[in-house]
């Protein structure tokens, strides 16, 4: 799994037809009026509003009037294709003059969404444990030895240190240090 770094656009240029693609990284689906909003103020008298989301909870697409599945389906697919989450793919189309038919259609709002994903750069997420570790000052050496490829959260120092860490394998502590998984989360690690 997968979701874009930073926001892309990107613009394709189809029988005189103009597609803008904007792709947000989203945490919720409360971002997404707003980026819609701004983009059909940044791009006034566009044709189409075209987009497409994916969360971990929630999918969505919006042909915008385009023809039924010829717009947001297609976005959506390439979304799911390239397997990438919490992410807004709007694509913003200024009619040319001619006809694309339902087939010319989905190509372009697909290509639209492939050449701006080749834009970016795509973080993998890789499902971690969050976990709180407990101990005192003469084992610290030890636990940042075991925890140095490991995305250390948070460390507190009162009367004993308290880590609390992301662990792609939480069993590296076994039999070495006792721990309480109080989540899951991901770790992301650039391509």
Do not use: W
Request: proline content about 3%.
């Amino acid at each position: 799994m997968y979701k874009v770094k930073h926001n892309l656009t990107s613009e394709l240029i189809i029988k005189n037809s103009r597609f803008i693609t904007l792709v947000f990284p989203i945490d919720s689906v409360d971002e997404v009026k707003t980026y819609l909003q701004n983009a059909k103020l940044l791009y006034p008298k566009a044709t189409h509003y075209t987009y497409a989301y994916r969360t971990f909870d929630e999918e969505k697409a919006s042909d915008d009037g385009e023809p039924g599945g010829t717009a947001g389906m297609p976005i959506l697919n390439v979304i799911k294709k390239q397997d990438v989450i919490n992410v807004l793919v709007i694509v913003i189309r200024y009619f040319g003059g001619i006809k694309l038919g339902a087939s010319g259609l989905v190509r372009a709002y697909s290509k639209a969404c492939v050449e701006a994903f080749a834009q970016g750069t795509l973080l993998m997420l890789i499902p971690a444990k969050k976990v709180k570790i407990i101990t005192d000052y003469s084992r610290i050496k030890e636990l940042d030895y075991l925890l140095r490829k490991e995305v250390i959260l948070e460390k507190s120092f009162t009367e004993t240190i308290r880590y609390t860490t992301l662990l792609q394998n939480e069993h590296i502590l076994d039999g070495h240090f006792s721990y309480d998984v109080i989540g899951e989360d991901y770790i992301e690690k650039e391509q």
